[in-house]
């Protein structure tokens, strides 16, 4: 049959409510066949025209990941001013864990995408999209096998770019912390920390029309 | 203990490797607290700064649903002239199922979005990024519950945004197809009909750099 069982549907539902944004990490190394296997998830991912767009550097070099540390906390600076008003709220939040996480994967958009016409003449930004899917599986993934993973986008990707030798066409979209966490939040770090609030799903919903809100609302 | 059971871990990994971007529905109505637990798995997926970014707009009404499938369909025609040489290969293959299947949801980035600094400074298309995690957590539930989900990029994103009324900020990227389904492909759509083939995980891993693969390879 198509439904899978009321056991297995469960543990669907109980992953995508406990996978958290994960910034506070273990240093402990992770097990190389779990790093596969999550990325092995990564790689079933849907994309439009079945391109595969994705690509995945593993940061393996000690000095190469201090790099890498030091373009994101450049761009925290840059980000922190941005904000203006909530900049010293923003300086206390913790927004990535590159220096003690077992594992950092850039995540990339590949060269030569434009030869993939299908599905994206109208809308060419769906290699992020399908990406986006392909992370979201990792992070579903590991958070089943107990790693924490944090997805960084502080960074600017020009720069990142040149330093992992990108060719022209490339873009790299995430720096990926993987690693043993003490524990995962109880809720969104960002959602624990009073920096914005869990919106109402009933607000989000519209019928045939932005705005048209549903009645009887859906409950939460 | 972080880590799920053997056996949820191996739901997870399943549903991952049998969800499927599915173009043939049968027209059976789906369960609304169905439609609802699906719609909760994807308010439940990360987005940059908590944004939230995800906007669902049910089409109910049956001549907006045609006139979402006419704009489909334009946009298909189109695509296929732009294929050139592979024009008539692409025109036999379905690429939605709008009229059939027991649900259509547009899915739209929100407006205003320019307001959340946090995260997207340098990456304003984190927004994206962020309503394609939720539209994966969706694929994934609805397949546990034994629903097809087809994402629908063939439109043009300007006409869709006005069909449904949309604000100036928003934008539609997606026109998701929900429904029962006689069974699942066993592969990939796009692979079984030798559209494309699925590459080698091991081709798409590099290792400090762009295009240094790591050695050994990994097992696909």
């Not at 992020?128 to 993934?141: D, G, K, R, T, Y």
């Not at 960002?190 to 914005?196: D, N, P, V």
Request: aromatic fraction near 8%.
């Amino acid at each position: 049959m198509n439904r899978f069982s009321n056991d297995d549907i469960a543990a669907v539902y109980r992953v995508i409510a406990e996978r958290r944004d994960v910034r506070h990490f273990l240093s402990d190394p992770i097990d190389p066949d779990l790093m596969v296997r999550v990325l092995q998830a990564a790689h079933l991912a849907p994309s439009v025209g079945f391109m595969q767009p994705w690509r995945f550097i593993r940061i393996v070099d000690p000095a190469r990941r201090q790099a890498v540390y030091e373009l994101v906390e450049q761009e925290r600076i840059a980000t922190a001013h941005a904000l203006a008003q909530r900049e010293d709220e923003f300086m206390r939040l913790k927004v990535e864990g590159i220096r003690e996480c077992g594992e950092v994967l850039v995540v990339a958009l590949m060269d030569r995408c434009e030869e993939h016409v299908f599905g994206r003449r109208t809308l060419p930004e769906m290699d992020l999209a399908s990406v986006s899917c392909a992370i979201q599986n990792m992070w579903l993934a590991a958070r089943a096998e107990g790693i924490g993973m944090g997805w960084v986008s502080m960074f600017e990707p020009e720069q990142l770019k040149q330093l992992l030798q990108m060719p022209a066409g490339a873009k790299p979209i995430a720096i990926l912390c993987l690693g043993h966490v003490a524990a995962f939040y109880a809720k969104p770090m960002l959602e624990q920390q009073g920096w914005a609030a869990r919106q109402s799903l009933s607000d989000l919903l519209f019928v045939d029309r932005w705005g048209a809100i549903e009645s009887p609302a859906v409950p939460e």
